[in-house]
Structure formats: structure tokens, C-alpha cells
């Protein structure tokens, strides 16, 4: 019988053998070592070891407490008395002497007299694709020294009837004494003194399969796993990881980081606090990103799966390395048939908000807990807050109408637990234990893009379904409109044509929030705004390149979701009003009386007022196409209103490197003004394609303020002045070769619109994604008309 295998001998048919874990990182070692992906050596205890050792009388004192639990007995009773048993109990005298010449072994290969381990436990029936395992056992870290080393199998051996271990079989319908465990003990990582985290091959919260999402924290990653601490966050786009002239980081989130864990003085670890500097500097950069990503496509071809790993840096030489790798097993099971979603229909205050995980709404009351120990007094459907969450509160987090908690990112335990489970949650709030009270009715919404809120009260909200293969096709492109890029990926599965109006003043005014010409001109600025302008784009040492960065990380997020549809970018159409608002605004801005009909859109670019505003919008969207490669992205510049202003643009728009060809470069004009439509044939000879805004394009052809609750009944889409202004423009620019589509909401509320549209001629019609279905269906019994 072999009790003891090398990892470099082991494959992942070894599951049956070793667990899952560590016939994975056999796997790693032995088929993607050759190609560079890195894992640290070690060696694993068998199935057949943990068998010797769960033999003849312990086995019988375990069957027997396990059938107590069927019998109605508490399940920390049973667990105490199934791990009291196993801990009494010696390991087998050869199996001892197999694990002390493994890791004699190791120090012969490392040159080190005691070498630190990493001791992990491994399930025969774990991390299979259609369930996880993960975090059910118990992990060991900087374990040194042979006695250490053989106390920290035995307390493995030990966890696999820990009280969640044995609550999660229970629920997936695992046979206890039929699940064996292996423990794999492997070389540690330095990433103490270097920094460690995970990683996905797919967007956590929408299965977008497009991207590598990879959290990070300075110090070793069971802050990250354990969700003690909140990470740095970076999304690479996985189609652009091979070509080294292109920049694939979508992504960069730097984490607050407060604390890390590192080694103890004689083994294990600790958690301490990090420093000002670690606090703001990213823990990776984009060469690593790229590296660790490329690893990790690597994998998930291997694998043929989307992947969860773990990664670790060595701080000492640089190095990186993998050191879990398991399939995913939440967004992968999800069938992409039907589209669940839920909106919330009223409103209520708002108490604290954090990163959304899943997209569901939960209501119910607040039961706060300090620690698992106090799980008896957690009612079923009540919302759970916590200050973290760790596998101990798995068998309450099941019962739990929402999760809330203080610390963690969406890779943190209480975002993996809770997307397992299909339960909401929102973490990373910071203050939610001191704001929420017990027993306080709540609304926790994951329902409003990449930030969750939590409101007082019952908020009422919708759930609907759309079965996305009883959509129809159209000849009429039907495309989405959409704002924040956190959201995008959400929407990944709709089959758009692409994004007919992507809003740069969204991101700006959400992910920027300061105006251009505030950090291009911060002298001009009062002491207090001057202050807040610095702290906001702290961490670039040239402030503009905060607001470059900023803005083209954000449309990046949009066209990647799209990839390779077109995306049709507008450039900011924020009215004066609106840009005072931003930090720093008001200095530049004028005061005007009608700023709807005032200094917008194009007659801002060219404005020694703007231009070099407009100048880093141009630069934003430059990098978004030449250097990360996202060429699917149309410029669309909004309000111009006359020919001449549109060449004046163009002119500046070259002057930027966005020269209209430039790199198959489109440039769109809205058409939105009566004098788009009267002069559509000058308009065509200079812009690649229109699309009309039918909101302005009412309020500007029958002169009524499309916010005037005294002449809505007047404000009318449909109206003979508008829709022959719509017919006018297709024809002219049809003749001219251009394509013509409409962004608005007036299709998804009226068949007759549409129906209009398509008789028409229009090219595409683009809504908001949630209207996207309803749309779909109206064009399609248009064209059947």
C-alpha cells in the first residue's frame, strides 16, 4: 500500500487517490510545469492511509455519532465527539515514518535543514464540478520541523468531520465515511514578504467568460480567502493576454489592505497591520497581471472548466507561483438559456453600501453576529451581518435571507459561499455591524450593478425571467444602451448586436468625478476643492493621467463585454450645470439660464474653455483602441450643430491621434437637432454614421422642455414633425451609404414606434439592456408585417 506520493507522480485521474486538491497540483507539476506555470513540490498522504488510520473501532465510534445526527443530535455535539475521537487516535506507525521521509525529501531538495510547509487537507469527493469542497477542511501554514509537521496531519485528518465539513455533505448528499482525505504537504511561498490572493477565469458575479479576475494582498492569502481583508482587484481581458503590444488590464481597484498575515516567530502565523505605503500601492503589476493570467488560461484550457486558483509571490526572489487550482463551480453550473433578473420597484433610505455579489434582492431582519459560536440565535430568513465570514458560518449562511458584511472582496469567503448558495450579499461595507441594528427590517439589493446597498425598511422589488433561446432574430440590429461599466458584464448573455450608446459622462461623473480642467488647471481652484482633487487622484504623479486612466479602464470594461460587436462611445454631453457639479467644476463653468439648449456636446471641444478637457477624453479613447486594442469602439460626438462645428471637432479629434480612418476609426454623429436632419446630406460627408437622439430631437422640433410636467402630453415621439424628421434622415443617409440607428426608450413601451422604425428603414434600435427582450420581440413582428 502507498501512503505517501511525490506530487510529481500524481495526475488529476488521481482524485479517487489523493482529493481533489492535490491531484490537481500533481496535474499542475507534471503537464503545465514544462510551459513555465509554476507550483511549489511536495508530497500527499493517500486515501488508502486515511482508510488505515479510520479503521476498526474509531471507524465504529464515528458511524455512531454520525447516526446520532440522524437521530436529531446537534450537530457541534456530534462533530466534537467525531474530532475528540480522531485526535486521540496515533497515526499508523509506517504512515508516520512515510510523512517524515517526505519531508526529509524536500529539505534534501531545497538545501534547508527544516523547510516551512504548507499542510492542506484534500477530500477524495472534493472540488468536483458539480461541487465544492473548498475551505471545508482545515489548512496549516509555516509549518516547520518533522513533529509539527506530523501534528498537523493529524489535525487535518481531524477536520474532515469539522462541524461545517459535515454540515456541507449532509446538504449535497456525500456519504461521510464513503469521502476519505488526503493531506498534501507542499513547499511554502514567501508571499508573507511578497503578496498573495486568487483568481478566476471568468467574472464572479455575471460568468462572463471573457475576462481573468484576480484579487490581491500583500502578505499570504488566507487574508484573501478568509475575506479579512479588502484586495486589490485588476480584470484582464483574455483575448488581448497573447499579443504583448496590447494592454489587457481592464481593471485596476487598489484595496484598502489594512491588514495582512505573515509567520509567527515558531510556526504558524499572525495578522498584523500594514503600513500608509502598502495601503496604496498596488500589490501587482501589469507585467505580473499578465503573467498570472496567462497561467491561468492555461489552466482552464487544461481543464477544459472555468477555474478558481490561488497564487502566491515570493517576496524574497520575485517569483510567482500557483498553489491551488479547482474548478468553479457557481457561474459554470448556471445554464445561459434563461436570463434571471430582479429590480427594485420603491424606494427606502439608504443605510450602508458595498460590493454587490450575485444580483438578487433579500429582505428580512437583522441578526448581527460577532462569531460563529453564535449561530444558534440566527433565525431562518433573517439578514446576516458580520464583521467576516470564515467556513464555520457555513451552516447558517444557508438559512440567511442576505449577507452583510464589514471586511472582504468577491473573492472573500462570504462572496463564494453566497453566490454558491444563490443568496445575496454585500461586503466590504466597512460600518455595517455599527449601522445596522438587530432586528431592524432591511432590503439587501445586488440588484443595481457593482455596488450593493442595503435600505431600511421592505422595499418592494420585481423578479423576472427571459428564456433567451425563445428570442427571435431581426434583419433591424437591436443593440443596448448602456452607463456604468461595473454592469456590462451583467448583460454579457443578451444577444445584442452591440452597444449603441455607451455614456462617457457616466463614468466620469461615478468613477472620475472630477472635472477635467480641475486637474489640468488645480491653481484656479479654492484651497478645500484643491484638497479634495489631490485625494482623489493620489497615486499619479500627473494628475491628468488619473483622469485618462480612470475613463479609459471604463469604457474598456463596456467594449470587452461586446467584444467583438461594435460599442459606440459618446463622448461627454454633460450640460454645464452638471460639469459644475463635478469636484472642481465650478470655477470653470459658466452660469447659464438654459443649459439645455446651451454649452454642450461639440461646441465645448473646440472652446479654449474645454478643449484640453476634450483633449484628455481623446486620449482616453486613443488608449482604449491603439493600446488596448479595443477597436470595436465608434466615437459618436453629441449636439453638433452645424457642419462647420463637426469639422472643428474632427479637427481636434486628428490633433489627439484620433483621426477619423485612423486605425478603421468611425466617427458617428448624434442626430438630435433639427439641423442634423435639414442638413443630413453635409453631415454624412463627414461622419461615418448617425444616430438619433429621440428625446432631444422631440423636444428641439416641437419646442416643448422635455422635463415640463405641464407640457408632457405635448412631448410626443410619434408626432408627424418628428417621425417624418426620422424617415428624411434614413433616406438621406442611406443615399449618402450611412447607417442610421435610435437610442432611446420609446420603442419598449410602444409597438407602434418600433413598427415605424422598421417600416422606416432604420439600421438599429438600441434600449436598456432590461428592455432588450421586449424590443427584440416588437422588431421582429415589424418585419414580419
Known sequence: MRRVIRFTELGRADVGLVGGKNASLG???????????RVPDGFATTADAFREFLAGDLRARVAEQLERLRQGAP????????????????????????????YRALARATGRGDPDVAVRSSATAEDLPQASFAGQQETFL?????????????????????????????RMGFDHLAVALSVGVQLMVRSDLGGAGVMFTLDTESGFPGVVLVSAAWGLGESVVGGRVDPDEYLLFKPFLADETLDPVLRVSVGAKRHKTVYAEGGLTRTVETGTEERAARVLDDAELRTLARWAVEVERHYGCPMDLEWAKDGRSGDLFLVQARPETVQSRRTAAVLRRYRLTGTGERLVDGIAVGEAIGVGPVCALAGASELERFPAG???????????????????????????????HAAIVSRELGVPAVVGTGRATELLADGQQVTV???????????AGRVAFEESETDLGALPSTRTRVMLNLADPAAAFRWWQLPADGVGLARTEFVVAHQVRVHPMALIHPERLPAEERRRVDELSAGYPDRTEYFVDRLAHGIAEIAAARWPDPVTVRTSDFKSSEYAGLVGGRPFEPVEANPMIGWRGASRYYDDRYREGFALECRALRRVRDVMGLTNVIVMIPFCRTPAEGDRVLAEMAAHGLARGR??????????????????????????????????LTQLTLGVDRDSDLLAHVFDESDP?????????VATAHAAGRPVGLCGQRPSNDPQFTRFLVEAGIDSISVTPDSFATVKQHVAEAEKA
Open 27 to 37: 496535474e499542475l507539476i507534471t503537464r503545465l510545469g514544462p510551459s513555465g506555470v
Open 445 to 455: 439589493s445586488c440588484a443595481e450593478g457593482a455596488q450593493g446597498r442595503v435600505y
Open 142 to 170: 509555516n509549518v516547520r520541523g518533522e513533529a509539527a509537521l506530523l501534528d498537523a496531519c493529524r489535525r487535518c485528518f481531524a477536520s474532515l468531520f469539522t462541524d461545517r465539513a459535515i454540515d456541507y455533505r449532509e
Open 663 to 696: 486605425n478603421a476609426l468611425q466617427v458617428y454623429v448624434m442626430a438630435e437637432i433639427p439641423s442634423n436632419i435639414v442638413l443630413a446630406e453635409e453631415f454624412a460627408a463627414r461622419f461615418d454614421g448617425f444616430s438619433i437622439g429621440s428625446n432631444d
Open 382 to 412: 433573517a439578514v446576516l451581518v458580520a464583521p467576516i465570514t470564515d467556513p464555520d458560518w457555513e451552516p447558517l449562511m444557508k438559512r440567511a435571507a442576505a449577507i452583510v458584511t464589514d471586511h472582504g472582496g468577491r473573492t472573500s
Open 721 to 729: 414633425a418628428v417621425t417624418r424628421s426620422i424617415e428624411r434622415l
Open 75 to 102: 450537530l457541534a455535539e456530534v462533530g466534537a465527539a467525531v474530532r475528540a475521537a480522531l485526535s486521540a487516535a496515533p497515526l499508523p506507525p509506517a504512515l508516520e515514518q512515510e510523512v517524515v521521509d517526505g
